[in-house]
């Protein structure tokens, strides 16, 4: 069987032919380049094995191409690697006897066949290989029956798994990946090995395992990764407040859902929904605190109230547990988990604007994708229910527009900063600057005071009396103007817009 390449990639695989004919080395393609192509998903990653030394058939390779690429030699690891100015990445690697040491600081290697090598890769489909020797160029090489096994939609290891997950436990993450990107089976001894091997999973680093993780939840539709990665018990080491999610209890015949599969279709919902990976996060995080916020209460069933607070404060520690990004992304995905029941409480009838106009603010720029949040935490089976409900949001979606064309709030900030308040009473930061920014930011929402510095700072004077503080500066906003709330400095559309509401 010969595999078909575009004109650019025959023009490519020649001249690395060439240079390994030059060498006397042979040399194939291997690996998720050949499992791609064969799925007819381009690709421009391509990996070369030779059966001799890597590191001179890629500087050799490298002079036939123009300009000449820059190759990095890595002696320790017998690899080599170039980029071409079309983004083409090829890497080289001798063929090997012994395992492959991802990651290991160990340089030994040792020399093997074609097979050799193959044979200690991790699936079948990641073993196979195209010759790109003279007397069979592009013939595949396949002793492990991936092509089979790529036709069938199978992930299998080519030795048994035991050994092969050995090797490198990260692949039991791949595995699992791997059946989610493809919608892929994993064989049913390769999944039993998982579940065998799972506590080795230990010894990767967490980069690693997020980074795969992360690859899951990127997926179509994630929650087969998550499913089986709670079948084998990986998930349990890896991340277990979201097993802690799994389960119903009943008490006086009353259950409630299983939150663990709940939040897995809530995913699967934003996934289609979106291609954010924190949005995607927000939807695995946004139940998270219910195990811990579960109660009884008689006559009344089960509750869980103010999971969305604690769950919100459960994000920063996730985040961190996992190794993941701890800037941005995880302040959006603790915002999006502590709205994520606001806008349900807006869908009932007589919601005033500044109930509207509070959750603008809230929200801020991620209105929206709070708005696809909510709309996939609606899980029902009732057909009439789902539809009824997403007509509901899209009141809530209208009734956002209007008041935003009019009151521009959502890069709003109120005129009185934290800073006013502090130089106003001579204070440090403290709760009563919070409770005062808060109050006069709730005034102006709500109406009761007007849009503007003035109103704002002698609303600002009668909270600090509430809370015991006096003036201890003079300024006000004649003298300073700073934080006046003008038109030019707020963003509305509308000169006046200040006073509106
Ligand atoms: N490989 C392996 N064991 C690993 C990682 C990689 O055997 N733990 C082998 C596989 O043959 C794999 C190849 O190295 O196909 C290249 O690895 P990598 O670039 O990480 O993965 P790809 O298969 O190319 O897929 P993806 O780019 O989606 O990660």
């Known amino acids: 069987m010969a595999v078909q390449f575009t004109a650019n990639e025959d023009e490519i695989f020649k001249k690395i ?70 983004g083409f990445d090829l890497e080289f690697v001798g063929a090997r006897r012994e395992s492959y040491q991802y990651n290991s600081r160990k340089p030994e290697v040792v020399p093997g066949t074609i097979e050799d090598d193959q044979k200690r890769r991790d699936f079948t489909i990641n073993a196979l290989a195209i010759s790109l020797n003279s007397h069979d160029f592009g013939a595949l090489v396949d002793p492990f029956n991936g092509v089979e096994d790529l036709n069938q939609g199978i992930i299998k290891t080519p030795l048994n798994p035991a050994e092969t997950f050995s090797d490198d436990p990260l692949r039991m993450m791949r595995a699992i990946r791997f059946a989610t990107q493809l919608n892929f089976t994993i064989y049913p001894e390769t999944l039993a090995g998982i579940t065998e091997a799972k506590e080795r999973i230990r010894i990767i680093s967490q980069e690693r395992i997020t980074d795969e993780l992360n690859k899951i ?28 999610l799994a389960g119903a209890e009943f008490i006086e015949g009353k259950g409630h859902k299983d939150n663990f599969y709940h939040t897995l279709q809530v995913l699967d919902n934003t996934a289609q929904r979106s291609d954010n990976l924190w949005l995607r996060w927000a939807a695995i995080l946004h139940d998270i605190a219910k195990p811990a916020t579960k109660r009884f209460e008689e006559g009344h069933g089960w509750t869980f109230h103010g999971h969305e607070v604690v769950g919100g404060r459960m994000v920063p520690k996730i985040f961190n547990q996992l190794k993941l990004p701890l800037g941005e992304q995880v302040k959006y995905v603790r915002k999006l988990v502590e709205l994520h029941l606001r806008p349900i409480s807006l869908t009932k009838e007589n919601i005033t604007d500044s109930a509207i106009r509070r959750l603008l603010f809230d929200a801020g720029e991620d209105i929206d994708d709070l708005m696809k949040l909510c709309e996939s935490d609606i899980t029902s089976k009732n057909k009439f229910k789902v539809k009824r409900y997403l007509e509901n949001f899209e009141l809530v979606r209208e009734r956002c527009k209007a008041v935003e064309e009019k009151d521009s709030i959502r890069t709003w900030q109120p005129p009185i900063t934290g800073e006013i308040i502090m130089e106003t009473f001579g204070i440090r930061p403290s709760r009563p600057v919070g409770t005062i920014k808060d109050a006069i930011k709730d005034a102006i929402l ?30 006000s906003s004649q003298e300073t103007g700073k934080g006046a709330f003008t038109p030019e400095d707020s963003n509305s559309k509308e000169p006046g817009n200040e006073n509106k509401f």
Do not use: W
């Open 446 to 475: 709500d109406g009761v005071i007007e849009n503007n510095y003035d109103a704002a700072f002698a609303y600002m004077l009668q909270k600090g009396e509430e809370c015991g503080l006096t003036q201890k500066t003079g300024f």
């Open 217 to 244: 939840i990127k997926s179509e539709k994630p929650s087969i990764g998550f499913k089986l990665l709670y079948d084998t018990g990986l998930l349990h080491i890896i991340f277990p407040q979201m097993v802690d």
């Open 17 to 86: 032919a060439d240079a390994a004919r030059s060498c006397s080395m042979p040399c194939y393609l291997i690996g998720g380049f050949v499992r791609d192509t064969l799925l007819g998903r381009p690709t421009k990653d391509a990996d070369f094995v030779c059966v001799g030394d890597a590191l001179q058939l890629a500087t050799v390779a490298a002079q036939r191409f123009k300009p000449h690429p820059k190759v990095s030699l890595f002696k320790n690891f017998g690899t080599a690697h170039f980029k071409l100015h079309d």
